[in-house]
């Protein structure tokens, strides 16, 4: 089993649809948690922290269920501009910080 | 504020020949990583150093590549010699870890690396 796993897609959705992507992890000591959103030929640029109460900022909501290990991005209204890849980041902390990133979500607007 | 700065944006080589990448990580930011994606393999982490000590090069492909940190204010990643194979984006990323808790990476604007 991967240590962080997403559903590669592409999702295509149109303009205003709620869409939704997962991401699950193995460890369960992992403590903290990321979405990241890339554009082609882009870096990766940090979108939000997940925090175990769930957070939301505008149009985006993630959440983190560490009972069943994955977390969520939740984009309501989407736009063309959402369109990208979206990875999810977890970190196991302590003396060794180990990061680990998803493959990535690819996430496809349509008129 | 001046996010993580990498140089060069481009580098065309031909193979057999020395290539060296230079990162500049955010000021205050205790961690560094060098990562490398291709669509084949996506983002690989090659290399992490905190507080300027290499932590994990399991990632780094094999000997040709070797990564330095002499300051905290500077990073290279050094291939030699440089293979066809070795086309990729580089990104180099830091972070500032507090009290060992995780804390998001951010990321320069990678180079471009082709050899011919």
């Known amino acids: 089993r991967k240590e962080v796993e997403q559903d590669p897609g592409p999702f295509n959705v149109p303009e205003g649809a709620t869409v939704a992507f997962n991401c699950t992890y193995s460890n369960s000591a992992s403590q903290s948690f990321f979405w990241y959103r890339q554009d082609c030929r882009k870096e990766p640029k940090l979108l939000m922290s997940v925090y175990s109460s769930g957070n939301e900022d505008g149009r985006f909501t993630a959440q983190l269920n560490r009972a069943s290990q994955y977390i969520s991005l939740l984009i309501r209204d989407s736009k063309l501009s959402d369109s990208a890849t979206y990875l999810c980041?977890?970190?196991?902390?302590?003396?060794?910080?180990?990061?680990?990133f998803g493959t990535g979500t690819k996430l496809q607007v349509i008129p | 504020d001046a996010g993580v700065i990498q140089s060069p944006r481009h580098e065309v080589t031909e193979m057999g020949q020395e290539v060296t990448l230079r990162c500049k990580p955010i000021?205050?930011?205790?961690?560094l990583f060098w990562y490398r994606q291709t669509m084949m393999r996506g983002l690989e982490l090659l290399i992490y150093?905190?507080?300027?000590?290499?932590?994990?090069d399991s990632g780094m492909p094999e000997d040709r590549f070797s990564a330095k940190m002499p300051n905290a204010s500077f990073s290279t990643l050094k291939i030699q010699p440089s293979e066809p194979r070795d086309s990729a984006v580089y990104f180099c990323?830091?972070?500032?870890?507090?009290?060992?808790?995780?804390?998001?990476?951010?990321f320069g604007n990678g180079t471009r690396l082709t050899v011919t």
């Open positions: 000021s205050g930011h205790n961690s």
């Open positions: 980041v977890v970190i196991l902390s302590g003396g060794y910080q180990k990061v680990t």
């Open positions: 990323a830091s972070s500032r870890r507090y009290r060992d808790l995780g804390s998001p990476l951010h």
């Open positions: 150093f905190n507080n300027n000590v290499p932590i994990d």
